[in-house]
Antibody, heavy 121, light 111 residues
């Protein structure tokens, strides 16, 4: 059974870079034609797609965050990562990693448990 | 403000049926059959309940069904059970550069 687990600091200072890693277990990140994504949920608000990556390294991002986001993959560790620079309080959210469904199906499944990142000095 | 519009809350009694709507535009919900629905219990990860408008993943109860008419998609839960009490989010692929949009979520209360 495929499982995803987010990890990283729970507190980041304003203007610094948020860094999170998603570790995939129960399957290989480089098998089949899956994209892997990051999605966030500010407290009390809805979900927002951040960006996604293919095992080859091909990426696409939400334009509203593109200038600050970098998503990378490490197939040797079966992980993919998120970096969000110049963070502000508005970036405080629960961050989820998820696998895209296998094309042509379009959805996200499964998701990690999520990790709360608070931006505060 | 979320790209897709959902009611903030709905409620129903055990055994009843409820429907949650998800309204978008012709660029997302209305333009593609790529609407999915997620169930989220407090403190838990979202769980895929419906994909591609009306398909259920293996293991999801057939009490959950999805449909779409124009720019509005709907999730119907029949035979409500206490365990269905959760937040529900819709999502759609979009032709805009945003690629993926979500609704603001609907809190389902089982009375």
């Amino acid at each position: 059974q495929l499982q995803l687990q987010e990890s990283g600091p729970g507190l980041v200072k304003p203007s610094e870079t948020l860094s999170l890693t998603c570790t995939v277990s129960g399957g290989s990140i480089s098998s089949s034609s899956y994209y892997w994504g990051w999605i966030r949920q500010p407290p009390g608000k809805g979900l927002e797609w951040i960006g996604s990556i293919y095992y080859s390294g091909s990426t696409y991002y939400n334009p509203s965050l593109k200038s600050r986001v970098t998503i990378s993959v490490d197939t040797s560790k079966n992980q993919f990562s998120l970096k969000l620079s110049s963070v502000t309080a508005a970036d405080t959210a629960v961050y989820y990693c998820a696998r895209h469904c296998s094309p042509p199906v379009q959805c996200f499944d499964p998701w990690g448990q999520g990790t709360l990142v608070t931006v505060s000095s | 403000q979320s790209a897709l519009t959902q009611p903030a809350s709905v409620s129903g009694s055990p055994g009843q049926s409820i429907t949650i709507s998800c309204t978008g535009t012709s660029s997302d919900v209305g333009g593609y059959n790529y609407v999915s629905w997620y169930q989220q219990h407090p403190g838990k990860a979202p769980k895929l309940m419906i994909y591609d408008v009306s398909n259920r993943p293996s293991g999801v109860s057939n009490r959950f069904s999805g449909s779409k008419s124009g720019n509005t998609a709907s999730l119907t839960i029949s035979g409500l059970q206490a365990e269905d009490e959760a937040d529900y989010y819709c999502s759609s692929y979009t032709s805009s550069s945003t690629h993926w949009v979500f609704g603001g979520g609907t809190k389902l209360t089982v009375l």
